[in-house]
């Protein structure tokens, strides 16, 4: 009957953003009168809960098997369900990201329990969970009960606060044995190529964004250039774009007109059609700030536009702006922040 | 083999939605669109269904607002449409709606292959993806950024991923539901004798009954929409004599705003 914490880890370690469900389930396990059991998966499960317990986590339940090993969500979701079956907690809580998205909605769809997604805010009582998630890109806000004897709930990075850890907390851990066989499960993973180095812009406390302004480079292409627009706004995230982000320990995040034109992936794309995000510092330049740019980083704590065009409807969004060339702005910007934080 | 895939009309990405006097979502006249991300498993589906000479069928789960996006799919080339709605269907529930959305395709004959988008961008949820996979007992592959191979003798299917930290390669056996993510490839326009034909096609509808199930019982209440607060900030444009002043008092405030 506790509330069950999904703490996911990647190659032996824990995903930081699980903290903030830790930290959102203490408000539903108080309502529940009920504790905490983070629910870990994979290699170094066990060494992952305890660190889990300095975050809040009054049990775990751990499972270290081969399978689970690298996610898959066949192995996951046989697993979630069968303990789900057998405890029946009262909730079963994650932070949304794009694995613990599909494994709480399969292991709610087995269980017929209610589910909801992307809480930015949530409180508990009477046997149910209300929350608050945008809809439409985050146009309207949306308030939903989920009142069936287990609620799932996924809630949105950097939206809940963690607890402050605590080494002197410890948790009461149960190991359990993995639900299917490497030979039943449909799904193999014949091979695995990282991104290395890079930020995630889900989880950025900073992003850089570029935009179509990107082409824009000063610079001349090389003659054997294929393509001398997309040479100059590739030539700008690396030496313009890039450098600023390094300095504020920043991802960079990019528009889809910027996507679309080949400058840059497009795992980069804030937006509708791309990532949402939600830092405390949001910095775009050569952004015009489309409406569909807008859903995505809308609800960034600081705002700072850098645009050439003073009349750009990015600058009725931010709260700082330049108006200004980017090409001369961000590197004079970015030796202003080295100098002013030391770098 | 037949492929499916679903699609749903979203309002226009640029409408102005918000909450009406009567606390329900509204567009104004402005038009709805196929679901974004729809356009891309859409147009995936119509390919593999060529590359492997299979069947496409094209589901809506919803109100009669849905033809709109069956119509595009259809003059788009995907080949058959239909709709599957309930009394009492509650479009934010999700577990009804994936009840209804793998009774549908389980009343299809030999569909191995499911595609959704990546996602829904009115709800904001991608779901009903995993839980039709779950209700219909498939394997799950997500983030599908290419399909490497589809081999409908042999039964298996082989896709590339993309997770957080990189790309997975993945081989599965079939059936499967994928979602497949923008890029995949390149979302065709319909032809203009598409866009004809389709715009006198009529849309089957299919209830629970004809579909052997009962509506679900609902799993989520939807209590209210609302506006979101106003954004309560005041734009300051900085100005300053040169380039290194305004950056400075740039660095000076975001210090102050705590931000860095
Ligand atoms: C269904 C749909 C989904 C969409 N999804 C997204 C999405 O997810 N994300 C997204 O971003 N867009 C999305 N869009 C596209 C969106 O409508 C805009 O087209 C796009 O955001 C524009 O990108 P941009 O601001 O980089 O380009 P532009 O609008 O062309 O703006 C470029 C800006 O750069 C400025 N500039 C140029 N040179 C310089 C310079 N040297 N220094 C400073 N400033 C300079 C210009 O003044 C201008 O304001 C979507 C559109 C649709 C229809
Ligand atoms: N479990 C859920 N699944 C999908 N949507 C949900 C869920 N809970 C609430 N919603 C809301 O449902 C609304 C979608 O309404 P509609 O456009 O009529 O389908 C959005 O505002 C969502 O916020």
Known sequence: MSVFVFVETFDGSANAVSWEALGAAKTVADA?????????????????????GHYGADKAIVCDDATLETYRLEPYAALLTKLVEEQ???????????????????????????????????SAGDGSITVIRPAYAGKVLSQTTVSTPTRFVT????????????????VDVTTVDAAMNEDDIAVKIESFEAEVGKVNLGDAAIIVSGGRGMANNPKDAPADAEDAEIWKAKDGYENVIQPLADTLGAAVGASRAAVDAGYIPYEHQVGQTGKNVNPDLYIAAGIS??????????????????????????????RYGIVGDLYQVLPILTEELKKRLGK | MHIVTFTRSTPDTAAKVEVDGNGAVSWGDAAT?????????????IRQATNVKGDTTVIAVGGDLHNDSLKHSLA???KNAVRVNADGLDMTDSLQWASLAAAAVNNIDDCQLVIFGKEHVDVGSDQ?????????????????????????????????????????????????????????????????????????????????????????ASSITHDAYNNPPPRDITSEIIEGETIEEKAAQLVDKLLEEKVL
Not at chain 1, 99 to 119: H, I, K
Not at chain 1, 291 to 315: C, L, T, W
Not at chain 2, 190 to 215: M, N, Q, V, Y
Request: proline share 5%; hydrophobic share 45%.
């Open chain 2, 128 to 216: 009903v993806t995993y839980q039709t996979a779950r209700k219909l007992g498939w394997t799950m592959l997500s983030y599908v950024s290419e399909i490497l191979e589809l081999d409908a003798e042999g039964g298996t299917i082989k896709v590339e991923k993309t997770v957080e930290q990189g790309k997975q390669i993945l081989t599965a056996k079939l059936p499967v539901v994928i979602s497949v993510l923008k890029g995949i490839n390149e979302p065709r326009y319909p032809s203009f004798i598409g866009i004809r034909k389709a715009s006198k096609a009529t849309i089957p509808e299919w209830t629970p009954a004809d579909l052997g199930i009962e509506l679900p």
């Open chain 1, 289 to 318: 700030g489309a409406i569909q740019h807008q859903a995505g980083m809308r609800n960034s704590k600081i705002i700072v536009a850098i645009n050439k065009d003073g009349e750009a409807p990015i600058f009725k969004l931010a």
């Open chain 1, 88 to 122: 029946s907690p009262e909730a079963v809580i994650a932070v949304s990201t794009s694995q613990a998205r599909e494994l709480l909605a399969a292991s709610a769809a087995d269980t017929n329990s209610g589910l909801v997604t992307e809480a930015i805010e949530l």
């Open chain 2, 76 to 78: 788009m080339g995907v």
């Open chain 2, 33 to 45: 669109v196929v679901n974004p991300w729809d356009e891309y498993s859409l147009e995936e589906a």
């Open chain 1, 32 to 52: 529940f009168g009920t504790d905490i059991t983070a629910v870990v998966f994979g290699k170094n499960a066990a060494a992952v809960a305890t660190q889990a």
């Open chain 1, 155 to 170: 809630l949105r990075g950097r939206s809940f606060l963690p607890n402050d850890p605590d080494e002197g907390f410890s």
